[in-house]
């Protein structure tokens, strides 16, 4: 259960740095919508994201793990789709603050793996 709030609060966090690096990609409001956004995305990374994995696995080895990178950008289009406060205005805002979304995440999973 906790390592399950730290992946939404990181989320929430790696949301907030995608706002400030990408253009393009606004979440209107404040706190409360960074939450939102990140609870959303941790249960569809949870739940939706393993299952799309296994259904496109040979998408995945065929593109060297670069078809990944549409999954978790679908993903992040379904957090606009679901709410209004999320804009992401064009395909590369979307392509461009997956990436970020991803090393930042990459960033807090490793640094907690550390402190455990």
């Given amino acids: 259960m906790i390592s399950f709030i730290v992946r939404i609060l990181g ?13 393009g990609f606004i979440i209107n409001g404040g ?11 941790g ?25 990944t990178i549409v999954i978790n950008a ?3 289009w379904t957090v606009d789709y679901a709410f209004n406060f999320v804009v992401v205005q064009d395909l590369t805002t979307l392509v461009w603050s997956v990436i970020v979304i991803s090393i930042v995440n990459i960033f807090i999973s490793a640094t907690t793996k550390v402190i455990k």
């Fill in 74 to 76: 679908l993903m992040l």
């Fill in 11 to 23: 989320n929430s966090l790696a949301i907030y740095a995608a706002t400030y690096l990408v253009p």
């Fill in 43 to 67: 249960i569809l990374n949870f739940v939706i994201r393993p299952i799309l994995k296994v259904i496109s696995m040979p998408l995945i080895i065929l593109t060297l793990g670069l078809w």
């Fill in 31 to 41: 706190i409360r919508e960074f939450l939102l956004a990140g609870v959303l995305l």
